[in-house]
């Protein structure tokens, strides 16, 4: 809960009518407003169930209910990551928890929750030229840094009309491969990819072996992360959005295939 935005329920939303919600939430704001200004959680009982309100440094409210049978150490972890992830990006609180919680379905981009921050995002050009690749006479398509730059950007374009952009930004980061040799990649608040100032690699030149395997599973990520949000993502972005040539640069069509 933002403040601002419609509160976001996932999981315990499916056992809750929408006025046990709204009295829940009211609840849970009028408690909040009348501890100290220190306060930071507290546990309480809901529904037969253990629940903990966290307060964070931005002013956004995250509730979480578990049952009895909880891991404390995974659950302590895992709850600062959330709200590490959540202050990164006041704005869009709401938004980056909805995608976390993966569990939501959207069918248009204004289905998609607001985000107040992000600069309107313009569709890509419907004759966008098509990236230069090279195709072997078998295995996956060969493209520059350049072209696949290119790629990445268009494909983080698409995907923005859905989610906003720092969205997308935020979903590129979190499907990172961890321990991947991606050094080079540098990715900026619009979600837009660059090769960092002290690579030492040429736009022009081509993608390591080991390199384009860290990032054949970035993009696959992603795209399985943002099919969880997006209703007919890949008939919506990945087939419509990219050119054939950008696909193979991608490798989806093999993707959408496994």
């Keep these: ?82 709200k590490d992830t959540l202050e990164s990006d006041p704005h869009s609180a709401v938004s980056t928890f909805r995608l976390l919680a993966g569990s939501t379905t959207l069918n248009r981009p204004t ?32 493209a520059t840094w350049a072209d696949y730059l290119a790629t990445l950007n268009t494909l983080t374009d698409a995907t923005a009309q859905y989610l906003g952009k720092i969205v997308v930004a935020n979903t590129w980061r979190t499907t990172r491969p961890k321990d991947a040799p991606l050094d080079m990649m540098q990715l900026d608040r619009n979600g837009h990819f660059s090769l960092s100032s002290d690579a030492q690699v040429a736009t022009t030149g081509s993608i390591e072996q080991t390199v384009q395997a860290a990032l054949d599973q970035w993009v696959s990520t992603f795209i399985k992360r943002c099919s969880m949000i997006i209703r007919d993502y890949q008939a919506l972005v990945i087939e419509q959005q990219l050119t054939p040539a950008q696909r193979a640069i991608l490798q989806v069509d093999q993707a959408m295939t496994e």
């Design 111 to 142: 289905e998609a929750i607001a985000d107040s921050s992000a600069e309107p995002s313009q569709p890509p050009p419907s004759m966008a030229p098509a990236a230069t690749v090279e195709k072997p006479a078998s295995g996956p398509a060969i």
């Design 1 to 82: 809960m933002d403040g601002h935005s419609r509160p976001y329920f996932s999981g315990i939303d499916q056992s809750l009518n929408f006025q046990q919600k709204e009295a829940l939430t009211q609840g849970i704001q009028q408690v909040i407003s009348t501890t100290p200004t220190g306060f930071e959680s507290f546990d309480f009982k809901f529904a037969h169930r253990d629940a903990r309100i966290y307060r964070l440094k931005t002013g956004v409210i995250l509730l979480v209910v578990t049952d009895e049978h909880l891991d404390t150490v995974v659950y302590n972890d895992t709850v600062t990551q959330l």
